[in-house]
């Protein structure tokens, strides 16, 4: 595997201090932000000083029931080629339920959900991740993400579950230790248990971020300094293995880049920390040995597939599609709860799931005033109390963006605007958006503005 080195997470906000950064060998970019005929100037200036660009994927969804879209694949491995990436990477989580498996609406969650720690969900998660190779040009790794919440009968710890992902097909695997972090607080899971059963020769590189607690909830949030527990998990971490990259995230509220650069040295310093210790200790132990535990469960993982295999490649495959839809049921069930309002599965926690779901209406209207801003604009302080409101019974079906124009026309039709000039600067801009190409360069449209402006000159 290629020495990264130390990164940063590449966004818009921040790109020209990313540039002026010392020390800086890598970035990572959100790969869904990136148009491969478009590129950010200062990616483009970055790739040709060497700095290597690594695209970072959030709607694969290769926890879910569903096989990975053949069109997202395909625009992953264009950025891939976009990029010149030696490397792609995405997550463990499900984005997205319901559909056909499910005879039931399609769901957005706008966010990544944990699958459960199942033999089931490893079964499917495996193959996911082999058709995603398939299509990728370069290798894939992936993340273990942030929860608030635990699904009830899970047969795994985190550390046996990402062994026996890595075991199975060879993926490569990001490391998150903030989210290690979060689980820690959330979900009451060791850190050092879970790096003591890692496959720690599979790591691709680690992610570094911040968050914030609150009310006994840790809140993954991107937007905070690291703090330091987590850095004490990239130590302990450091102490086992060297890791070949190790990145700072940050998604918003970015502060001056003499901040960013003090989180790098702390990072730096962890990680020198952890080598140290792992010098003294005469360097790590056996990756063989880290893990007995995840070696039985590997173990019987093998032989329950070798009596798959001796059942027939028929009854293999029916089996799959059963295992599939027992998934997407269950997928299905707690995403609904989350965004639909519909009962609460049996066996998860009522006060955490509606913790969950109030983290993903907030982040959904914060998301939407950022790819639409004009709707903050038009409404002012109502913007998001309005779109709350709306939430509740209008769970996403299709993006974000034509979530943005659902609420909108939601808005309209539903009289919920009584100032009439608030309404009519409303109506323009979803009349503006909601057609096959924007009103505003239709001939029509057009031609009456023009002779507006001309009458207006009279």
Known sequence: MK?????????????????????????????????????PESLVRLRERGVTVIPHGVSLGLGGADRP????????????????????????????????????????????????RTRDALDVLCENVRIAQDALPVPLAVENIAALISWP???????????????????????DV??????HVNRGEDPAKALAELP?????????AGGFERDGVWHD???????????????????????????????????????????LGAIRGALEKGGVERGASGGPAPVEGASQQ????????????????????????FAADAVRQRLALAQAALLSALVAGTPVPEGFDRVR??????????????????????????????????????????????????????????????????DARVRAELREWWLERSGPRPRSRRPGVRLARATRRVLLRR
């Open 353 to 418: 799931l509606g913790v969950q779901a109030r983290a993903l209406a907030g982040k959904r209207a914060d998301v939407v005033a950022k790819v639409a801003p004009e709707l903050p604009v038009i409404l002012k302080d109502g913007y998001r109390r309005a779109f709350l409101a709306y939430s509740h019974g209008h769970p996403m079906t299709d993006g974000y963006r034509r979530d943005a124009l659902d609420f909108a026309g939601y808005l309209l039709a539903e009289g919920r605007i009584e």
């Open 153 to 175: 009968g899970e047969e795994m710890t985190e550390g046996q579950f990402l062994y026996e992902l890595a075991d199975r097909t060879g993926v490569r695997l990001l490391i």
């Open 221 to 263: 949030s991107h937007a905070h300094p690291v703090p330091p527990p987590v850095l004490d998990i990239l130590t302990d971490l450091a102490s086992r293995v060297s890791p070949p990259g190790v990145l700072l995230e940050r998604d918003e509220n970015f502060p001056e880049p003499a901040e960013l650069e003090r989180e």
């Open 294 to 317: 995840a070696a039985r469960e590997q173990d019987t993982a093998r032989e329950a597939e070798a009596v798959r295999e001796a059942e027939g490649a028929s009854a293999g495959a």
């Open 3 to 39: 020495r990264l080195g130390t990164g940063i997470g590449w966004r818009p906000e921040i790109a020209d201090a990313v540039e002026r950064m010392p020390g800086i060998d890598w970035v990572e970019a959100v790969a869904e932000n990136v148009c491969p005929g478009h590129l």
């Open 69 to 116: 879209s053949a069109e997202r694949l395909a625009a992953l491995a264009e950025r891939v080629a976009a990029l010149g990436s030696p490397l792609v990477t995405e997550h463990i989580a499900f984005v997205r339920a319901g559909g056909p498996l499910t005879a039931s609406p399609h769901l957005e969650a706008g966010h990544l959900l944990p699958v459960p």
């Open 178 to 183: 903030a989210n290690l972090h979060t689980n």
């Open 200 to 208: 720690l020769e599979a790591i691709a590189y680690v992610h570094v």
